[in-house]
């Protein structure tokens, strides 16, 4: 899942960019109501972290902006104790959700985790199946035939990518830019090897397998048919 932040205090910025990519997400940060309103537009986010008070265009002007092209991903503002009555204009703007500065991390986890469930049209799923294996949106857990199992913070996001769009082969490279900050076209290396640990961990000592490479394409996640 990508996020973008648009906040000027750097300090703030750094650490919402760090502890969203700690838990998972790509993350872009902008500083400028302008820069982030750019990025926001050329860009393939599924939420906005929008500061109010902005250098360039002030926050409401980004959402605007934002909403006169089409765009509908959700938007979390941060807005200062005094901005509190600013709320209802945002709201009327379209605005998702707020959280009053200063937040604790969690509580932003948290609701940021509430608004890209609810932020999916047609989704409301909280729980991703495909055979036995069953990956929990809510509490972040994974099942194989009831059997728990462990994932780093981008096995999940590589797993929840793949179970959502099941039965699709997803090339590496689509792989890369929705669950890695990254662009590349020929060194698939880090892919393969997550790929590799992943299958180990939900496949391995378990049938049918899940997680199949198709060759000189990508990686898909189905039923073999013969067992489908
Ligand atoms: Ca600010």
């Known amino acids: 899942m990508n996020i973008l932040i648009v906040e000027d205090e750097p300090k703030t910025g750094e650490y919402l960019r760090q502890g969203l990519r700690e838990a998972g997400f790509v993350v872009d940060l902008a500083t400028r109501g302008n820069d982030g309103l750019h990025l926001a537009l050329v860009g393939q986010h599924d939420l906005v972290i929008l500061d109010v008070m902005l250098p360039g265009l002030d926050g409401w002007q980004v959402l605007k902006g934002l909403r006169s092209m089409g765009r509908q991903m959700p938007v979390l503002f941060l807005t200062a104790r005094d901005q509190v009555e600013d709320r209802v204009q945002g709201l009327e703007l379209g605005a998702d959700d707020y959280l009053v ?3 604790s991390f969690a509580e932003l986890l948290a609701r940021v985790r509430v608004i890209l469930r609810r932020g999916r049209p047609g989704q409301e799923l909280t729980t991703l199946r495909l055979a036995d294996l069953e990956l929990d949106l809510l509490r972040r857990r994974i099942t194989r035939a009831g059997r728990r199992i462990d994932l780093t913070a ?4 590589l ?13 590496r490279s689509l792989i890369a830019s929705q669950v890695w900050d990254l662009n590349f ?8 090897v997550a790929v590799r640990r992943l299958r180990a961990k939900v496949d391995e ?4 397998r899940l997680i199949h ?9 189905e039923i073999p048919e013969a067992e489908a």
């Open 101 to 103: 500065k200063p937040f």
């Open 213 to 221: 490479t198709v060759r000189g394409m990508g990686y898909v996640m």
């Open 205 to 208: 000592g378990f049938e049918p």
């Open 159 to 171: 797993l929840e990518l793949l179970m959502r769009r099941q039965g699709e082969v997803l090339p």
């Open 154 to 157: 981008k096995e999940f996001g």
């Open 185 to 192: 076209d020929s060194d698939t290396n880090v892919i393969d």
